[in-house]
C-alpha cells in the first residue's frame, strides 16, 4: 500500500515534467489505477478484521461512487483537470478507509454527505464559466461572511472550548467553513475594482472584523487561516511589500495580545512547548498523537492494528495521526506531498489567470486551502501548536466536505475557463 | 470581461509567496522525518504509551542475552499458549536486567519496545497473523559479561554494596552488580513483594545502588582535588610537601587519617598513593573553591548523566560550590552549614577536599569518571544494549559507542593515570601490586556515620597502558578500601584480562 501511494505521489509529481497532453493522461490514468488498488486493498483487510458484510457494500458503493465521479466530470466537461479530479477522489478515499477503521457508522454518514455535496457541486464549473457578474458583488459576499460568523457567535454551540457550529433541527453545521469561501470572493472583488488605498483600508477593516469575530469566538485556528489568506490576497493585488510587513507586525502583535488575553490560547501554547509535562491534562491529546505516529512508525502498524482512538477528535483535526499510526509515516508524507501538489496545481491555474479577480481567487482558495492543511498536520506533529483546524477531504465533518468540494470545483471551474479560452483562440 | 492585467508583478509575487509557503512545508517534513527518526523510540517508550502494552497481545516477548549469548531473561509459552518470564541466573542480574512483573526496571523497562517489536520472516509475520499466532519478539543483546558479573556478584558476598565495570574505549557497561538483590522470577517476586515494598523493609533491595545509591566519596575523591591542583599549578603541584603526624591540625579543627596513620614527610604524589588526610585538607585550604566547582561540573556534579538507566545526580559539597550569590539563596533555604561564615566554610573546604562533607556521589558515575581517565579523558556514553536482533538472529539494530565529550585534557588524564600507578605500586592499592598486569586505580573509606564501620571504595582500572576494564566498587560499612574493596576489584580485573 506504502509502494502505491507512493507511485501515486510520484505521478502526481511526473505529472508536472510532461508537456504533452498524452502522456499527462497516461499518467492520471495511472494515478487512478493506484488509488482503485489502494482502495481494495484496504477494504480487502478491513473486511478480513470485521468480517461485516456491511463493508462489502460500503465499498461496492465507494466504488461506483468513485468511478462516477472521475469519468462523469470528464463527460460533462470535456476540459476538466484530471488531475484535480484524482487528487479529491484519492484524499477522500484514504479519509474513508481510516474512518471506516475508526467508526464505521461515521464514514457511512461521512459517505453520504460526500456524494450529496459532489452532485451540489457538480454545477459550480458551469456556474464560473457562464456568469460573470460574480465579481460585481463584492460587498454582499462580505456581508453574508459577516452575518453567519455573527450568527455563530451569538448563537452557536461550544465545542472543545470554541464556539464553531450552529444546531439547526438536529443537523450541526459549520458556517465558519463556508465563510473561507466567501470571504475570498470579497476581497478578490473589492481588489478587483480597485487597489487604491481607500478601497483597501475598506477591506481591511471588514477583513480584521472578520478575523476578530472568529477570535472572539474562540475559533484560533479560523482567525489565522483568514489573516494569512487576506494577507497574501493583499499583497498579490498591489505588490506593495509594505503591506506584507505592516501585516506580519500587526498580525504578530495581535497574536502577542491574544496570548495574554485568553487563557484557551495560554493552555495551547504551554501545551505545544513542554505537553511531556502535563500528560494527563494539556498535554493528553498532543503526546497520545505523538505516540500514534511514533509508535507507527514509517510503515505503519496496518490497520486495526494500532489504537488511534486513544487521540481525542482524531476523526477530525488529529485525523493525520491516525494515518500516520497504521498506514505509515511515509504514506503520510504522500498525502502532505499530494496536498501541495494540489496546492501548486492552484497557484499554476492562478498564474495563467488574465482576470484579476479570478487571479485572485484562485490564489486566495489556494492559500486557504494550504494553510488549512499547514495547521492540521503541524499541530498533529507538535511543529507548531495545535489550532484545530481540519484536513480537507479527509477529516470528518459534513461543513467542511462541502467547503471543500465547492473550494475544489470553483478552481475547476476557473481551470475549465482557462481551457475553453485557449480552444476558442485556437480555433478563431 | 478581460481587463488587462493592471498589476504586472501579480504572478511573479504569486510564486514569491508560492515558494514561501513550500518553505514552510518542507520544514515541517524535515521536522516529522526527523521525529521519525530520532525522537520516536524515545516518546515511544514512554509508560505513558499504551500502545506498547498492546503489542505483547500480538508478541511473545523476547529474550534479553548477555553478550555472549546466554539468556539472562526469556518467555517460556506453555501448552496452552500461557507465557512465563524466566530468569535463568535469578538474582545475579536482578537490578541490571530488572524485572517485567510488578512494573518493569532495568532492560525490561529500557530495552520494552524492542522486545516487543517482531521483525520475523514476512511471510511468517502474515501467516502468524492470519493463523492467530504470536510472532516471537526480537532478542536484545546486552553488553554484560556473565562471568565478570558472576564474580563481582562472589565477591561482594552478603555485604551490601555496588560494582561496575565500564569498558573505557567504547563506554559498554560489563557488569553492574548491586547488593542486596532479589529474585526478579514472577513467582519469587510476588511472594516477596509485600515484604520487599513493606515500610518497614530498610534494605532496599529493590534500589540499584550501582546507579541510584548515593554514597560520600571519601578519598577517591581526592582524584579531583589532585586534579583541581594541577590546573591550578601545573608544573609544581607535585612538590608540595607535608609533613603528617596522623592528625591535622587547622585552628580548632582537626583532620586524621585512616586510622590515624603517621605517614610522615610526603610529596603529594605519595600522599595521594598514601592517601593522606592532612596532606589533601591542607592543600584544600591553597584552592580556589570557585574553581573547584566549576570543576565538580565539569565532572558531572549536579549534572544530567547521559545515561538511559534510572540515576541519582552527584553533588558536591554545596556551600563551597558556587557564587555568593548562590550561598546566599542556600543559606535563605534554612540551611545554616551553608552560609559563609569564614570558620565554617573553612570546615566545608577541609572536609570536601578529602570526599567528606556533603559530597554524594554514585557508584556509576565515579565508574564513568574512571573510564574517562583511563581513555585519554574522553568519557564514552556508558550503554547496555549493543544491538537487537530477530528470531533468527539477524540484526535489526546495532548501537555503536558514542562520545560524550573530553572532562579533561588527554595530559591530565595521563598525569592522573601515573598517579593511580603510584597509588597501586607503592601506597593503599597494594592487594592489586602482584597482579601479572598493571592496574591504576584510588582507594577510599568514607566515613558516613560515627561509630560505624567505613564505607570502603575502589575504583580504577586496567591494564594501566592499555586499559580494557574500569571498575568501581562500594562495599557499604565495609572498613578500608585497599582491604576490602581492592580486592573485589583485583578479582574482576583476573577475570576479565586472565581469562
Given at each position: 500500500?506504502?509502494?502505491?501511494?507512493?507511485?501515486?505521489?510520484?505521478?502526481?509529481?511526473?505529472?508536472?515534467?510532461?508537456?504533452?497532453?498524452?502522456?499527462?493522461?497516461?499518467?492520471?490514468?495511472?494515478?487512478?489505477?493506484?488509488?482503485?488498488?489502494?482502495?481494495?486493498?484496504?477494504?480487502?483487510?478491513?473486511?478480513?478484521?470485521?468480517?461485516?458484510?456491511?463493508?462489502?457494500?460500503?465499498?461496492?458503493?465507494?466504488?461506483?461512487?468513485?468511478?462516477?465521479?472521475?469519468?462523469?466530470?470528464?463527460?460533462?466537461?470535456?476540459?476538466?483537470?484530471?488531475?484535480?479530479?484524482?487528487?479529491?477522489?484519492?484524499?477522500?478515499?484514504?479519509?474513508?478507509?481510516?474512518?471506516?477503521?475508526?467508526?464505521?457508522?461515521?464514514?457511512?454518514?461521512?459517505?453520504?454527505?460526500?456524494?450529496?455535496?459532489?452532485?451540489?457541486?457538480?454545477?459550480?464549473?458551469?456556474?464560473?464559466?457562464?456568469?460573470?457578474?460574480?465579481?460585481?458583488?463584492?460587498?454582499?459576499?462580505?456581508?453574508?461572511?459577516?452575518?453567519?460568523?455573527?450568527?455563530?457567535?451569538?448563537?452557536?454551540?461550544?465545542?472543545?472550548?470554541?464556539?464553531?457550529?450552529?444546531?439547526?433541527?438536529?443537523?450541526?453545521?459549520?458556517?465558519?467553513?463556508?465563510?473561507?469561501?466567501?470571504?475570498?470572493?470579497?476581497?478578490?472583488?473589492?481588489?478587483?475594482?480597485?487597489?487604491?488605498?481607500?478601497?483597501?483600508?475598506?477591506?481591511?477593516?471588514?477583513?480584521?472584523?472578520?478575523?476578530?469575530?472568529?477570535?472572539?469566538?474562540?475559533?484560533?485556528?479560523?482567525?489565522?487561516?483568514?489573516?494569512?489568506?487576506?494577507?497574501?490576497?493583499?499583497?498579490?493585488?498591489?505588490?506593495?511589500?509594505?503591506?506584507?510587513?505592516?501585516?506580519?507586525?500587526?498580525?504578530?502583535?495581535?497574536?502577542?495580545?491574544?496570548?495574554?488575553?485568553?487563557?484557551?490560547?495560554?493552555?495551547?501554547?504551554?501545551?505545544?512547548?513542554?505537553?511531556?509535562?502535563?500528560?494527563?491534562?494539556?498535554?493528553?491529546?498532543?503526546?497520545?498523537?505523538?505516540?500514534?505516529?511514533?509508535?507507527?512508525?514509517?510503515?505503519?502498524?496496518?490497520?486495526?492494528?494500532?489504537?488511534?482512538?486513544?487521540?481525542?477528535?482524531?476523526?477530525?483535526?488529529?485525523?493525520?495521526?491516525?494515518?500516520?499510526?497504521?498506514?505509515?509515516?511515509?504514506?503520510?508524507?504522500?498525502?502532505?506531498?499530494?496536498?501541495?501538489?494540489?496546492?501548486?496545481?492552484?497557484?499554476?491555474?492562478?498564474?495563467?489567470?488574465?482576470?484579476?479577480?479570478?487571479?485572485?481567487?484562485?490564489?486566495?482558495?489556494?492559500?486557504?486551502?494550504?494553510?488549512?492543511?499547514?495547521?492540521?498536520?503541524?499541530?498533529?506533529?507538535?511543529?507548531?501548536?495545535?489550532?484545530?483546524?481540519?484536513?480537507?477531504?479527509?477529516?470528518?465533518?459534513?461543513?467542511?466536505?462541502?467547503?471543500?468540494?465547492?473550494?475544489?470545483?470553483?478552481?475547476?471551474?476557473?481551470?475549465?475557463?482557462?481551457?475553453?479560452?485557449?480552444?476558442?483562440?485556437?480555433?478563431? | 470581461?478581460?481587463?488587462?492585467?493592471?498589476?504586472?508583478?501579480?504572478?511573479?509575487?504569486?510564486?514569491?509567496?508560492?515558494?514561501?509557503?513550500?518553505?514552510?512545508?518542507?520544514?515541517?517534513?524535515?521536522?516529522?522525518?526527523?521525529?521519525?527518526?530520532?525522537?520516536?523510540?524515545?516518546?515511544?517508550?514512554?509508560?505513558?504509551?499504551?500502545?506498547?502494552?498492546?503489542?505483547?497481545?500480538?508478541?511473545?516477548?523476547?529474550?534479553?542475552?548477555?553478550?555472549?549469548?546466554?539468556?539472562?531473561?526469556?518467555?517460556?509459552?506453555?501448552?496452552?499458549?500461557?507465557?512465563?518470564?524466566?530468569?535463568?541466573?535469578?538474582?545475579?542480574?536482578?537490578?541490571?536486567?530488572?524485572?517485567?512483573?510488578?512494573?518493569?526496571?532495568?532492560?525490561?523497562?529500557?530495552?520494552?519496545?524492542?522486545?516487543?517489536?517482531?521483525?520475523?520472516?514476512?511471510?511468517?509475520?502474515?501467516?502468524?497473523?492470519?493463523?492467530?499466532?504470536?510472532?516471537?519478539?526480537?532478542?536484545?543483546?546486552?553488553?554484560?559479561?556473565?562471568?565478570?558479573?558472576?564474580?563481582?556478584?562472589?565477591?561482594?558476598?552478603?555485604?551490601?554494596?555496588a560494582?561496575v565495570?565500564?569498558?573505557?574505549?567504547?563506554?559498554?557497561?560489563?557488569?553492574?552488580?548491586s547488593?542486596?538483590?532479589?529474585?526478579?522470577?514472577?513467582?519469587?517476586?510476588?511472594?516477596?513483594?509485600?515484604?520487599?515494598?513493606?515500610?518497614?523493609?530498610?534494605?532496599g533491595?529493590?534500589l540499584n545502588r550501582a546507579s541510584q545509591g548515593l554514597y560520600p566519596p571519601?578519598?577517591i575523591f581526592?582524584?579531583v582535588?589532585?586534579?583541581?591542583?594541577?590546573?591550578?599549578?601545573?608544573?609544581?603541584?607535585?612538590?608540595?610537601?607535608?609533613?603528617?603526624?596522623?592528625?591535622?591540625?587547622?585552628?580548632?579543627?582537626?583532620?586524621?587519617?585512616?586510622?590515624?596513620?603517621?605517614?610522615?614527610?610526603?610529596?603529594?604524589?605519595?600522599?595521594?598513593?598514601?592517601?593522606?588526610?592532612?596532606?589533601?585538607?591542607?592543600?584544600?585550604?591553597?584552592?580556589?573553591?570557585?574553581?573547584?566547582g566549576q570543576l565538580t561540573r565539569q565532572l558531572l556534579f549536579h549534572t544530567e548523566l547521559p545515561l538511559s538507566i534510572p540515576y541519582s545526580k552527584s553533588s558536591y559539597n554545596v556551600a563551597a560550590v558556587g557564587?555568593?550569590?548562590e550561598?546566599?539563596?542556600a543559606?535563605?533555604g534554612?540551611d545554616?552549614?551553608a552560609?559563609?561564615?569564614?570558620?565554617?566554610?573553612?570546615?566545608?573546604?577541609?572536609?570536601s577536599?578529602?570526599g567528606?562533607g556533603k559530597t554524594l556521589v554514585s557508584p556509576i558515575h565515579f565508574a564513568m569518571i574512571t573510564?574517562a581517565?583511563?581513555?585519554?579523558?574522553?568519557l564514552?556514553k556508558p550503554?547496555?544494549?549493543?544491538?537487537?536482533?530477530?528470531?533468527?538472529?539477524?540484526?535489526?539494530?546495532?548501537?555503536?559507542?558514542?562520545?560524550y565529550g573530553?572532562l579533561?585534557?588527554?595530559?591530565?588524564?595521563?598525569?592522573?593515570?601515573?598517579?593511580?600507578?603510584?597509588?597501586?605500586?607503592?601506597?593503599?592499592?597494594?592487594?592489586?601490586?602482584?597482579?601479572?598486569?598493571?592496574?591504576?586505580?584510588?582507594?577510599?573509606?568514607?566515613?558516613?556515620?560515627?561509630?560505624?564501620?567505613?564505607?570502603?571504595?575502589?575504583?580504577?582500572?586496567?591494564?594501566?597502558?592499555?586499559?580494557?576494564?574500569?571498575?568501581t566498587?562500594i562495599?557499604?560499612?565495609?572498613?578500608?578500601?585497599?582491604?576490602?574493596?581492592?580486592?573485589?576489584?583485583?578479582?574482576?580485573?583476573?577475570?576479565?584480562?586472565?581469562?
Amino acid at each position: 500500500m506504502i509502494l502505491l501511494i507512493a507511485c501515486y505521489t510520484f505521478f502526481n509529481f511526473r505529472f508536472f515534467a510532461y508537456p504533452d497532453m498524452e502522456r499527462k493522461q497516461l499518467m492520471c490514468a495511472r494515478q487512478n489505477q493506484a488509488m482503485f488498488l489502494i482502495h481494495l486493498l484496504a477494504y480487502l483487510i478491513i473486511y478480513l478484521k470485521t468480517e461485516d458484510p456491511r463493508v462489502l457494500l460500503f465499498y461496492g458503493a465507494q466504488v461506483i461512487f468513485f468511478l462516477a465521479y472521475i469519468y462523469l466530470y470528464r463527460l460533462f466537461y470535456r476540459n476538466v483537470s484530471r488531475l484535480l479530479v484524482n487528487n479529491a477522489c484519492l484524499l477522500m478515499c484514504v479519509g474513508l478507509i481510516i474512518l471506516t477503521r475508526i467508526s464505521f457508522d461515521r464514514a457511512v454518514r461521512q459517505f453520504v454527505v460526500l456524494a450529496a455535496a459532489a452532485v451540489l457541486t457538480w454545477l459550480i464549473p458551469f456556474i464560473i464559466d457562464h456568469v460573470w457578474q460574480l465579481s460585481r458583488i463584492g460587498w454582499f459576499y462580505g456581508a453574508v461572511g459577516l452575518a453567519l460568523l455573527a450568527l455563530v457567535w451569538i448563537l452557536g454551540t461550544t465545542t472543545f472550548g470554541a464556539q464553531l457550529s450552529l444546531e439547526i433541527k438536529g443537523v450541526s453545521f459549520q458556517p465558519s467553513e463556508f465563510v473561507k469561501i466567501t470571504f475570498v470572493f470579497f476581497v478578490a472583488a473589492m481588489f478587483y475594482r480597485s487597489t487604491d488605498f481607500r478601497t483597501v483600508a475598506a477591506t481591511t477593516a471588514v477583513a480584521a472584523f472578520h478575523v476578530l469575530i472568529l477570535v472572539a469566538s474562540k475559533d484560533l485556528g479560523g482567525g489565522l487561516l483568514f489573516f494569512i489568506t487576506y494577507l497574501f490576497m493583499l499583497f498579490i493585488a498591489t505588490s506593495k511589500w509594505m503591506y506584507l510587513g505592516g501585516g506580519i507586525l500587526a498580525g504578530g502583535g495581535a497574536a502577542f495580545l491574544a496570548y495574554q488575553i485568553f487563557p484557551h490560547v495560554q493552555t495551547r501554547v504551554t501545551a505545544w512547548a513542554d505537553p511531556w509535562a502535563d500528560i494527563d491534562n494539556r498535554g493528553y491529546q498532543i503526546t497520545q498523537s505523538l505516540f500514534a505516529i511514533g509508535t507507527g512508525g514509517w510503515f505503519g502498524l496496518g490497520l486495526y492494528q494500532g489504537m488511534p482512538y486513544k487521540i481525542p477528535v482524531v476523526e477530525k483535526d488529529f485525523i493525520f495521526a491516525a494515518i500516520s499510526e497504521e498506514l505509515g509515516g511515509i504514506f503520510a508524507l504522500c498525502i502532505l506531498l499530494i496536498c501541495i501538489g494540489c496546492f501548486l496545481q492552484f497557484m499554476m491555474i492562478a498564474g495563467s489567470m488574465q482576470a484579476v479577480f479570478f487571479k485572485l481567487i484562485a490564489f486566495g482558495l489556494g492559500v486557504v486551502y494550504i494553510t488549512q492543511v499547514f495547521l492540521t498536520v503541524g499541530g498533529v506533529t507538535k511543529f507548531i501548536p495545535s489550532t484545530g483546524v481540519t484536513l480537507p477531504f479527509v477529516s470528518y465533518g459534513g461543513s467542511s466536505i462541502l467547503s471543500t468540494f465547492i473550494l475544489f470545483n470553483i478552481i475547476q471551474g476557473l481551470y475549465i475557463l482557462k481551457r475553453n479560452e485557449e480552444e476558442d483562440d485556437e480555433e478563431g | 470581461m478581460k481587463r488587462a492585467n493592471p498589476n504586472p508583478n501579480a504572478n511573479r509575487n504569486i510564486l514569491i509567496l508560492t515558494y514561501v509557503i513550500l518553505g514552510a512545508f518542507f520544514g515541517l517534513m524535515v521536522y516529522f522525518c526527523h521525529f521519525l527518526f530520532k525522537e520516536r523510540e524515545g516518546v515511544m517508550n514512554n509508560s505513558y504509551n499504551a500502545r506498547l502494552e498492546s503489542f505483547s497481545e500480538r508478541v511473545v516477548r523476547g529474550r534479553i542475552l548477555s553478550s555472549d549469548g546466554q539468556a539472562l531473561a526469556q518467555t517460556e509459552v506453555g501448552a496452552n499458549g500461557e507465557e512465563l518470564r524466566v530468569y535463568p541466573f535469578g538474582s545475579l542480574f536482578s537490578h541490571v536486567v530488572g524485572h517485567s512483573t510488578k512494573g518493569k526496571t532495568g532492560l525490561e523497562s529500557l530495552g520494552n519496545f524492542y522486545l516487543l517489536s517482531s521483525h520475523g520472516n514476512l511471510l511468517e509475520e502474515i501467516f502468524h497473523g492470519l493463523a492467530d499466532q504470536k510472532s516471537q519478539g526480537d532478542d536484545v543483546i546486552t553488553t554484560l559479561d556473565v562471568g565478570l558479573q558472576h564474580t563481582a556478584y562472589l565477591a561482594l558476598g552478603e555485604r551490601k554494596g555496588a560494582v561496575v565495570a565500564i569498558e573505557p574505549g567504547t563506554g559498554k557497561i560489563l557488569a553492574m552488580v548491586s547488593k542486596p538483590d532479589y529474585d526478579p522470577n514472577p513467582a519469587s517476586l510476588d511472594a516477596a513483594w509485600e515484604m520487599l515494598i513493606s515500610s518497614d523493609n530498610d534494605q532496599g533491595q529493590l534500589l540499584n545502588r550501582a546507579s541510584q545509591g548515593l554514597y560520600p566519596p571519601g578519598s577517591i575523591f581526592k582524584i579531583v582535588t589532585i586534579l583541581e591542583a594541577m590546573r591550578e599549578n601545573p608544573e609544581g603541584y607535585l612538590d608540595v610537601h607535608f609533613d603528617c603526624s596522623g592528625v591535622f591540625q587547622e585552628g580548632p579543627y582537626s583532620i586524621r587519617c585512616y586510622q590515624s596513620t603517621a605517614h610522615g614527610s610526603q610529596n603529594l604524589g605519595q600522599a595521594f598513593a598514601n592517601s593522606c588526610n592532612g596532606a589533601f585538607a591542607s592543600l584544600g585550604l591553597t584552592l580556589d573553591q570557585e574553581s573547584m566547582g566549576q570543576l565538580t561540573r565539569q565532572l558531572l556534579f549536579h549534572t544530567e548523566l547521559p545515561l538511559s538507566i534510572p540515576y541519582s545526580k552527584s553533588s558536591y559539597n554545596v556551600a563551597a560550590v558556587g557564587s555568593l550569590m548562590e550561598r546566599l539563596a542556600a543559606s535563605a533555604g534554612g540551611d545554616p552549614l551553608a552560609l559563609t561564615d569564614g570558620e565554617v566554610s573553612q570546615w566545608e573546604v577541609l572536609q570536601s577536599s578529602i570526599g567528606q562533607g556533603k559530597t554524594l556521589v554514585s557508584p556509576i558515575h565515579f565508574a564513568m569518571i574512571t573510564s574517562a581517565i583511563a581513555n585519554g579523558g574522553i568519557l564514552m556514553k556508558p550503554y547496555l544494549i549493543d544491538r537487537v536482533q530477530n528470531e533468527a538472529g539477524e540484526e535489526v539494530r546495532k548501537f555503536l559507542p558514542e562520545s560524550y565529550g573530553s572532562l579533561m585534557t588527554a595530559e591530565e588524564s595521563g598525569k592522573l593515570n601515573d598517579l593511580m600507578v603510584q597509588v597501586v605500586t607503592e601506597g593503599t592499592g597494594s592487594a592489586l601490586r602482584d597482579a601479572p598486569y598493571q592496574a591504576a586505580g584510588k582507594t577510599g573509606s568514607a566515613e558516613f556515620e560515627t561509630g560505624k564501620e567505613t564505607h570502603a571504595w575502589f575504583t580504577g582500572y586496567a591494564p594501566a597502558e592499555d586499559p580494557k576494564i574500569a571498575v568501581t566498587v562500594i562495599v557499604e560499612e565495609g572498613g578500608s578500601g585497599g582491604r576490602t574493596a581492592a580486592p573485589v576489584a583485583r578479582a574482576m580485573f583476573d577475570q576479565y584480562l586472565l581469562r
